[in-house]
């Protein structure tokens, strides 16, 4: 029985995506849950399994294929085993085998095709097609993959710049007024050293996050207002209690945990912030889903913890755990990363002092914290040193006042400075 192995349902703001590496090859066997592929969107990297066992028969899409929801890109034969891809793969090896029997002075010839058709088949269809029509030989062009396989877009690069050597045109030799030829001069001397350059695409995560930063600077009218926290308080109940609250809960006690719970606070108090625009209309949103921005390899993501203000202090915890471990390894859901009305980045993990972030569209604001330094303040008219956090608040001026956004910072730092008011809800 033949199975057509198709992209899943995307989400409806995702038109299409990429098809990375296949991980199965054409005429090998696979069981059922096996990853085929992994196809990259604008949020996330989703796998495509095989939906039983059985052999790939036949890879319609090739690698770096732009694909949309329900498009086949493999079929798979579940009435075929590994047995019979095995036989199928070696008969044309039985063929050369009975051409060399008809003409045995050639059989070192013979079996030297042979053996380089056999390294061919380890390459994609399209990538041998390639190789054919440019009469190429696969050992001369560098793989991008670490097990040695040619991409498609391996095959094209090198061609590109063999055909742009090739195009190169040869500096005439100068001559003088007497039609005799000069001598060139020998041309600048280059820096000792390479200077290598490498020009790779963006990634679907890349481009998507790019469009939306310009989109939030062109079409929001942002400001962002600062403030700084005295974290000595925060820190000292953090260190009382951690030990207790990692052995009760089984999940450390970080600050993130507090700026939700105060964030959350705060957008009760001025619920402009967690409204959204939509046309000529403010959406007000009754409930608290806050994203938190989280940095992987593939970029930055910002998955939702959903309705965070009736989640407790592990409960947050535990879910920002959990979607920084998954945004690793690439396992996050499209529908933990669509919506929120909230966000919170923390570049203080990598050393940022201070900076302007940039709104999620179409939220309407998003909170920035920073790295923690001991900093002299005044206290009661004496200089001390405390442990000091700037935070900064970008918002969209169209729809929140000044006077809404510098209070909401306010009531953040009044919570983070007192946080039995996170308890009391004052």
Known sequence: ?????????????????TLLAWQKQAGEAVS?????????????????????DGVLKEIVKEEGASVGSDEVIARLDTGATADSAAAASSEPERTAEAASADDRASATETDSEAADDGSARKQSPAVRRLLEEHQLDADSIPPSRADGRLTKQDVLSYIELRDKEAAEPEQPQPTAADGTEQTAKAPPAQPAGERPEERVPMTRLRKRVAERLLSAQHDHALLTTFNEINMAPLQTLRERYKKT???????KLGFMSFFTKAAVEALKRFPVINASIDGEDIVYHGYFDI????????????PIVRDADQLSFADIESTIRDYGERAQSGKLKLEELTGGTFTITNGGVFGSLMSTPIINPPQSAILGMHAIQDRPVAENGEIVIRPMMYVAVSYDHRIVDGRE?????????????DPARLLLEV
């Open 245 to 251: 609250f990692e052995d009760s809960h089984g999940v």
């Open 32 to 52: 059922r849950g096996d990853n085929l592929i992994d196809i990259e969107t604008d949020k996330v990297t989703l796998e495509v399994t095989a939906p039983d």
């Open 1 to 17: 029985m033949i199975i057509d192995i198709k992209v899943p349902q995307l989400a409806e703001s995702i038109a299409e995506a």
């Open 405 to 417: 956004a510098v209070q909401f910072l306010v009531t953040i730092k009044e919570m983070i400075e």
């Open 291 to 302: 994203g938190i921005a989280v940095s992987s390899e593939r970029g930055l993501v910002v």
